[in-house]
């Protein structure tokens, strides 16, 4: 199983970017549906994009489609997310999750079995 490590957060302004990194170790990355997902307190955490597992198709969720985009480095075993023109509505911890299954649909949390420990962007 793959073991997932974030980093990349932080604090920007309004209409600034941000670029979230996602290292794996102890598989390849590109053999999982990898996703993306952020949760605010005392809310559900909620699906950002996915990779799903052919590694050709990417989703998003509604809220970020056109400013958030998902990609992997397969040479660095990393999953990326770029995120620009942020909104404070972003303000959030984002996880990385991966699952050697494909996940249906790509925002189902139970379908992913191996999870980061969160990285917190703030916007404001």
């Known amino acids: 199983q793959v073991q997932l490590v974030e980093s990349g957060g932080g604090s920007v302004q309004v209409g600034g970017s941000l670029r979230l990194s996602c290292v794996g170790s102890?598989?390849?990355?590109?053999?999982?549906?990898m996703g993306w997902f952020r949760q605010i307190p005392d809310k559900e955490r909620e699906g950002v994009a996915a990779i799903l597992l052919r590694g050709d198709d990417t989703a998003y969720a509604d809220s970020v489609k056109g400013r958030f985009t998902i990609s992997e480095d397969k040479a660095k075993n990393t999953l990326y997310l770029q995120m620009d023109n942020l909104k404070p509505e972003d303000t959030a911890m984002y996880y990385c999750?991966?699952?050697?299954?494909?996940?249906?649909?790509?925002?189902?949390?139970?379908?992913?079995?191996?999870w980061g420990q969160g990285t917190q962007v703030t916007v404001s």
């Open positions: 102890g598989d390849t990355i590109s053999r999982y549906c």
């Open positions: 999750a991966a699952d050697a299954k494909a996940v249906a649909p790509w925002d189902w949390i139970g379908g992913y079995t191996s």
